[in-house]
């Protein structure tokens, strides 16, 4: 008879083969499937989530689960691994399961009923859709348990530990310097022209230079792949099969700076220790943490000067319309920063600001503060704030994200979240070795991937999120390495002092 943690890790495993190929058949229909299979694709999804989520919860996973509670050092490995399981399983016993139908029905309700409002521009549309979402979250939320604000347990799905508090406490550290940082470079006379990325850009060589920024920054390609998909994003069915998407299109950026992102995100995953492969201590530790890395790849080493120093030289050798510009136009031209109405779009100065009205529209939402007929007027009046701008339609406003209307509310600042920790976890790293971009312009990654990997990716889903953070960076969530270096960064673009 084998123990009862190896009779969980049995269990687990034929759970994470659905889940495995529930993600699999996700990945096709972004990827690959013909839009006529829509129908019986959501119903096949449907029948492996549901034997999943029975398999988990039954009452003979839970007796092994207890068991083995009782046998193993909460300090070790396996420790780890039943307090994962633990969590999820409260969460998942928690929640009754015509509240979880109920929500995965509006999930797919709300999604062609956002589709078409925002084709229309059309709030009112939308509204009873959103109406229902905030309903049905403050049920989750009850059902969950909280003592401040039902935002509390909804946001601590995604980021175990945050709460309303402490997601106030992040962006009261960040609002104002970005607000400040924001109208100076505005007032900059000297803005960067990036209209020469926008062109015609062979699709087989963006596909060439974005294989070949892969395999400088480490990315294995015998143990993951790279796709297109509209929207990019990063999947895995194991540690050693991880599928990243990234798009071909005219703004030549847009497959850089996408693959670069997703393979942040993939690293992350391929870099789970081996023996945790297909349990939930394999992949990253949360959502936010998740985000640190992809942004990492992105922003701090793709759009920093060290790295084109090494890289330009081939980019113009394959877009041959760059060759009148120098690398330093080119480096102004990626980091542009200016307010715009699309999220999605934001540079790295901006996207907080986007995200902090988020924040403070779900949990005004959530409270019943922002009345949800009232959303429209208030989002506008906040950008107006922020970011100096209003949007001229409720499409490129309240309208533009998907996740409202699939039930997604707390999900926005583990966003900013990884904006931030990336800064703090990018100083750790370079006390620890020295010049990061003299390795950077040497096209030297390897130290930066060991580091990244020694320190969290090996470290899986181990730690608790805000642990990790004080084991890797010696305090808790700052954002002054942030707000620093941004302001250094920008301030140099844009010629201010
Ligand atoms: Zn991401």
Not at 146 to 155: R, S
Request: aromatic letters at 10%; proline letters at 5%; charged letters at 25%.
């Amino acid at each position: 008879m084998s123990s009862p943690i190896d009779q969980l890790k049995e269990r687990l495993y034929e759970v994470n083969a659905l889940n495995a190929a529930s993600a699999l058949m996700d990945w096709d229909q972004q990827c690959y499937m013909p839009r006529g299979a829509a129908e019986a694709r959501a119903e096949q999804g449907a029948v492996l989530s549901k034997m999943a989520h029975e398999i988990f919860v039954s009452d003979e996973t839970q007796a092994i689960l207890e068991k083995a509670g009782s046998e193993v050092d909460p300090a070790s490995e396996e420790g780890a691994l039943v307090r994962v399981v633990k969590r999820d399983m409260d969460q998942r016993t928690k929640l009754p399961v015509e509240l979880v139908t109920e929500l995965s029905r509006h999930g797919a309700i709300g999604h062609e009923v956002w589709v078409e409002a925002r084709a229309e521009s059309d709030y009112s549309k939308f509204q009873p859709i959103l109406e229902k979402t905030v309903d049905l979250t403050r049920q989750v939320a009850d059902c969950l348990g909280y003592t401040d604000h039902p935002y509390d347990p909804v946001t601590d799905q995604f980021e175990e530990g945050a709460t309303k508090k402490y997601w106030e406490d992040m962006f009261d550290t960040i609002r104002q310097p970005l607000v400040d940082l924001v109208a100076e470079i505005k007032a900059s006379p000297d803005q960067p022209d990036d209209s020469f990325l926008t062109g015609s850009f062979q699709e087989a060589d963006q596909r060439a230079f974005s294989m070949r920024l892969l395999e400088a920054i480490g990315f294995d390609l015998t143990r993951g792949r790279l796709d297109t998909a509209p929207h990019p994003f990063c999947t895995n069915f194991s540690v050693n099969d991880v599928r990243l998407t990234t798009r071909f299109k005219d703004y030549l950026p847009s497959a850089i700076f996408g693959t670069l992102h997703e393979a942040g995100h993939g690293m992350y995953e391929q870099n789970s220790p081996q023996g945790w492969d297909r349990t939930p201590l394999a992949g990253g530790v949360s959502l936010g943490w998740h985000e640190s890395q992809s942004r990492t790849w992105e922003n701090l080493i793709g759009r920093s000067k060290a790295f084109w120093q090494f890289f330009y030289a081939d980019l113009q050798k394959t877009f041959p319309g760059l060759a009148n510009k120098d690398l330093e136009t080119f480096y102004r031209a990626v980091n542009k920063s200016e307010p715009s109405l699309i999220r999605v779009e934001a540079d790295e100065v901006t996207y907080n600001l986007h995200i902090m009205v988020r924040f403070e529209m779900e949990t005004g939402m959530l409270d019943g503060s922002i009345p949800v007929k009232d959303v429209p007027a208030v989002w506008n009046q906040k950008y107006e704030e922020y970011l100096g701008i209003t949007p001229p339609d409720d499409a490129r406003g309240c309208l533009q994200d998907v996740h409202w209307s699939g039930g997604l509310l707390g999900y926005f600042p583990t966003y900013s979240m990884g904006n931030i920790l990336s800064y703090q976890v990018w100083n750790a790293m370079a006390q620890d070795l020295g010049d990061l971009h003299e390795m950077m312009s040497a096209g030297n990654f390897q130290p930066i991937l060991d580091w990244l990997v020694a320190k969290v990716y090996s470290q899986g889903n181990r730690h608790l999120p805000q642990d990790l953070i004080r084991q890797v960076c010696g305090t808790g969530l700052d954002a002054t390495p942030y707000i620093t270096a941004i302001r250094e960064k920008y301030r140099e673009i844009y010629r201010l002092n």
